[in-house]
């Protein structure tokens, strides 16, 4: 995930934005499914 992120450009936040907002839900929805 961290090598993805690299290879992603810098110019397109909006895209690197996007992975990292998915990065957090998939770590949420892990959290919840580990909690509960």
């Known amino acids: ?3 993805f ?3 992603v ?5 909006s895209f690197r934005s996007l992975l990292r907002s998915l990065s ?3 770590y949420f929805l892990r959290f ?3 909690k509960f």
């Open 1 to 3: 995930s961290c090598s």
């Open 9 to 13: 450009p810098v110019s397109s936040g």
């Open 32 to 34: 919840v499914s580990v």
């Open 5 to 7: 992120h690299l290879v």
């Open 24 to 26: 957090v839900v998939s």
